[in-house]
């Protein structure tokens, strides 16, 4: 029945303003310790209300669910920790924008440069010659200060980094759900996006909350140990390389289909390391060929 569905009680508990009041106080009452546990009258202070029948009339619709009672106090249950988290990602969209700027990458398409902007929660890696998109990505706005426009480009690759890491080994790193990744070659999403390539996209995307990502074949192979050796033994450490670039260390050689089988090289100081990976996106050959 539509009406037992918990999302509907979740959004039904937290539709009230003194309760999100208490979650909120609860959850910025915590800090690197933990989660704080308050006293009712600590509690009635951070949460700012003044009857104190109504807070204990409130603090038993969260209880059990986002809000647990022990002898010292209250504290917020997972489920709490998750709306708090929800409340955080919310209140951390302002109104931050930051004009375009260039940084110092180049447009794949045309050779122009490419200028890194941050506009309605996105941060954006753009064509300033073809105005081809290289990067679109949802960035925490908390993450960006417009006083330093870099601030775009580094909290771009900690948001990719953290987000294609977790997405590749499967979970979402939004709602934890599983993720499916997949060769996508008849998908148009980059034509409609604007981006000039002959690479193969690859999907990844949660079953759960249906957060995806478009990427190449190299974004997904960064999680490979071999690859992350490969480069190490070379004096490169492939997270602190822009996610961005990583098509200058990577050659494709073949594409089959029917079955998929792509192969290609990775390539740092002469030397190659060749790899073949099957439909399952499975690295099935791989081997370091030294330069003679
Ligand atoms: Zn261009
Ligand atoms: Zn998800």
């Known amino acids: 029945m539509a009406d037992d569905h918990p999302s509907r009680r979740t959004f ?15 959850g910025d009452a915590s800090g690197s310790e933990g989660y704080a546990t308050l006293a009712f009258s600590d509690l ?8 104190s029948s109504r807070l204990t009339y409130h603090l038993g619709e969260l209880r059990d669910e986002f809000v647990e009672k022990t002898d010292e106090g209250y504290t917020l249950t997972l489920a709490g920790i998750r709306a708090y988290q929800a409340v955080i990602a919310h209140r951390s969209v302002p109104e931050v924008e930051v004009e375009p700027f ?3 990458w180049e447009c794949e398409s045309c050779g122009g440069g490419l200028e890194a902007r941050y506009e309605g929660g996105r941060a954006y890696l753009t064509c300033g010659s073809c105005g081809d998109h290289r990067v679109r990505y949802p960035v925490d706005a908390g993450r960006i200060d417009p006083d330093d426009p870099e601030s775009i480009t580094v909290a771009l690759q900690n948001t990719l980094i953290r987000d294609y890491t977790s997405m590749f080994n499967g979970v979402c ?16 999403h980059w034509d409609e996006f604007d981006v000039a390539t002959d690479d193969i996209p690859i999907n990844a995307a949660c079953t759960e909350c249906s957060w995806f990502v478009y990427v190449n074949l190299p974004a997904v192979l960064r999680i490979e ?3 992350q050796s490969f480069f190490a033994e070379r004096g490169r450490n492939i997270w602190e390389e822009p996610v961005w670039t990583d098509e200058f260390v990577w050659t494709r050689e073949s594409v089959t289909r029917d079955p998929i089988q792509v192969e290609g090289y990775f390539s740092a100081d002469g030397d190659r ?3 073949v990976v099957d ?3 499975t690295v099935v050959e791989r081997e370091i060929l030294e330069e003679e």
């Open 279 to 281: 439909e399952h996106l």
């Open 102 to 104: 260039r940084v110092p």
């Open 173 to 188: 790193p939004y709602c934890t759900g599983h993720v499916e990744v997949d060769f996508a070659f008849d998908s148009d």
């Open 225 to 227: 140990e071999a690859v």
């Open 273 to 275: 390391l060749r790899v």
């Open 44 to 51: 009635q202070r951070a949460a700012d209300v003044d009857d």
């Open 12 to 26: 039904e508990l937290l539709s009230d303003e003194v309760r999100l009041r208490v979650i909120t106080a609860l």
